[in-house]
């Protein structure tokens, strides 16, 4: 069955990638020594997660170490920005988000990279919809109860984020528009977020569904919607934004695979093997629906004609809420 993205997990060869089984770059096969994949939020949130399922295979298959290596701040852009300035050899690399890839780029006045010019796309690796919850104690138990307190209580009500400019941000802001309420916006660095949700020192929160799945599961919180078009594979239980009467409502996240711009071709292509071959890995690909992302795998061509269609759709999406990042 497709998932959000329209594809599944595809081979390598039907994407055109040339088969690479000796690679000739003119210097000692890649990799010949250990790679960092940078993250550019705290441990614990869903791209984190995600790098590390797919830096794990990388380190079996190419015996070599893969690091991850947590760089957050600035709404993912302090991280995102380093390996943009990293030497394009293959061995810094970036697994980024629908936010520092896509949405900064109209978010922020002086965002000190290019994502469309100063990377080499690998590959998407896979589509997470972010999910609706409530604190444990809120006083409403679907959508329209939501939408009815906040009503009732203009400005009351704040949600929380994993930062100035993330899709959890910017799901908030669409609510917000669409539903006619006031809520206030409180932004935290990265996965903290949940732990004051979780307190109940907020009311509620778009989260990717990866970083609070274990939570929903054990009841301690209240999944009553989530940002895609279609049901998630993870919570097929959960109502879509569209069926709780939001139609245009549509607010997914994405995670890929990028190194900086001049990275050769071979490596990418190689690196785009490699990624394609864990997620048609049936046991990988059932430990990421059941911890919440749906997996994909493009290609390079592909993923960054991806990026540049979202960079266009989350431009017009900030630009008709009015954000800015804080």
């Known amino acids: 069955m497709p998932n959000a993205f329209g594809r599944r997990p595809v081979l390598g060869a039907a994407l055109g990638l040339p088969l690479l089984a000796t690679p000739a770059l003119g210097q000692a096969a890649y990799p010949s020594r250990g790679i960092r994949i940078v993250v550019s939020f705290t441990p614990g949130g869903t791209t984190d997660i995600i790098a590390r399922i797919v830096g794990a295979q990388l380190e079996r298959r190419f015996g070599q170490p893969v690091v991850i290596d947590n760089r957050a701040g600035a709404g993912g852009n302090i991280g995102t920005d380093h390996v943009a300035k990293s030497p394009p050899d293959g061995y810094t690399l970036l697994v980024g988000s629908v936010g520092p890839l896509a949405v900064n780029a109209s978010l922020y006045r002086n965002l000190p990279y290019d994502p469309r010019r100063d990377f080499a796309a690998v590959t998407l690796i896979a ?5 609706l919850i409530l604190r444990p104690d809120f006083p409403a138990s679907d959508v329209a109860g939501l939408v009815a307190e906040a009503r ?6 704040t949600y ?5 400019g993330t899709s959890s941000h910017l799901s908030g802001v669409m609510l917000d528009r669409m539903a006619g309420i006031q809520t206030v916006h409180v932004p935290y660095r990265g996965a903290v977020a949940l732990n004051d949700l979780l307190a109940g020192r907020v009311d509620f929160m778009f989260a990717t569904i990866p970083s609070v799945i274990t ?3 054990a009841g301690r919180l209240r999944a009553i919607a989530v940002s895609s078009t279609a049901r998630s594979r993870s919570l097929p239980e959960v109502p879509t934004m569209v069926e709780a009467g939001f139609p245009e409502f549509d607010a997914s996240s994405w995670f890929g695979l990028v190194a900086p711009a001049g990275t050769p071709a071979p490596i990418v292509a190689r690196l785009a093997e490699e990624v ?26 592909a993923f960054a004609a991806f990026i540049a269609r979202e960079v ?15």
Do not use: C, F, K, Y
Request: aromatic content about 2%.
């Open 127 to 131: 589509g997470v919809p972010n999910v």
């Open 152 to 157: 009732r209580r203009p400005g009351a009500l």
């Open 160 to 164: 929380a984020s994993t930062g100035s």
């Open 215 to 217: 939570q929903i599961r």
């Open 276 to 301: 394609h071959a864990i997620l048609r890995d049936p046991a990988i690909e059932r430990q990421m629906v059941d911890q919440g992302a749906d997996p994909v795998g493009n290609g390079p061509e």
């Open 312 to 326: 266009t759709r989350w431009g017009e999406i900030v630009r008709a809420a009015g954000a800015t990042a804080d």
